[in-house]
């Protein structure tokens, strides 16, 4: 039922912040987001470093819920308010691994994540990696101007 809370709670968030007039560009952050969870889970729960449990629908190894829910709508929310400036955009980075890393903590104190070989500082670093991914796809590939100071 987590993943559902989740998938709604982000819903709502979405719905509140998007820009609609710009979703069709913003909305690629959404599907690297989504791209990237793919990937790392269906890494790590293949390699055994986490088991991720009542997944509901199952693609990949994770919850379609998480999928469309928080990665697709916090990737697309990170490309549209990605900042101009610099200092503001790593900022971002670290706000947003902080962020997300404190909801995947709540899903493994419920226990629908369980760590076996995986600790707290990996999904930091990866969610940094993830974040820093999609802050670099903001302004390479979307073209997001970005100021020195």
């Not at 912040?17 to 990237?36: A, F, Q, S």
Request: proline share 1%; net charge neutral; glycine share 4%.
């Amino acid at each position: 039922m987590e993943w559902v809370f989740y998938f709604v709670l982000n819903w709502f968030i979405f719905i509140l912040l998007v820009d609609w007039k710009e979703l069709k560009v913003n909305m690629w952050g959404g599907v690297l987001g989504i791209i990237l969870a793919c990937f790392v889970d269906y890494h790590k729960v293949n390699t055994e470093a986490y088991l991720l449990k009542n997944l509901i629908v199952e693609i990949y190894n994770t919850s379609i819920f998480f999928l469309f829910g928080p990665a697709f709508v916090i990737g697309t929310l990170f490309v549209q308010y990605h900042p101009a400036k610099r200092w503001i955009a790593v900022v971002n980075v670290f706000l947003f691994t902080f962020f997300f890393t404190a909801m995947e903590y709540t899903l493994v104190e419920t226990g629908v994540i369980e760590y076996i070989k995986w600790y707290y500082y990996d999904s930091i670093i990866i969610n940094f990696a993830v974040f820093y991914t999609l802050s670099f796809f903001s302004i390479v590939v979307m073209n997001k101007k970005i100021k020195q100071n």
